[in-house]
């Protein structure tokens, strides 16, 4: 059983800054081909935010993060990063950590991953 736990959440002013961690916390090794980070607020729908290829290190970022957001991974420690700067109130929502196993199509779509965490929380506040 794969379990990620998201860690690094919280509340910030604009302009602010966090970077949030995602470690795979069962102990278990599985072969993840992407990982990344989505959001969800309770008036959207689960949107990708970025995104990285595991063995590539390429990354995709929704125009909403791009300039601002970055993704990385740290593969001796099973962790995936996302430095946050920037930071708008419209960034607010819950952030979830996703892997998948399989190549994916489209990264930024929700359904390409099976394993997710349970999300953490970040607020911006104006």
């Known amino acids: 059983q794969v379990h990620l736990a998201e860690s690094g959440g919280g509340s910030v002013q604009t302009g602010g800054s966090l970077r949030l961690s995602c470690a795979e916390a069962?102990?278990?090794?599985?072969?993840?081909?992407?990982m990344a980070w989505f959001r969800q607020t309770s008036e959207k729908k689960r949107e990708g935010v970025a995104v990285?290829?595991?063995?590539?290190?390429?990354?995709w970022y929704a125009d909403s993060a791009e300039g601002r957001f970055t993704i990385s991974q740290d593969n001796a420690k099973n962790t995936l990063y996302l430095q946050m700067n920037s930071l708008k109130p419209e960034d607010t929502a819950m952030y979830y950590c996703?892997?998948?196993?399989?190549?994916?199509?489209?990264?930024?779509?929700?359904?390409?991953?099976?394993?997710w965490g349970q999300g953490i929380q970040v607020t911006v506040s104006s």
């Open positions: 996703a892997a998948s196993t399989s190549y994916v199509i489209q990264p930024l779509v929700a359904y390409e991953y099976q394993y």
């Open positions: 069962s102990g278990n090794t599985y072969s993840r081909n992407f």
């Open positions: 990285i290829g595991t063995s590539s290190g390429t990354t």
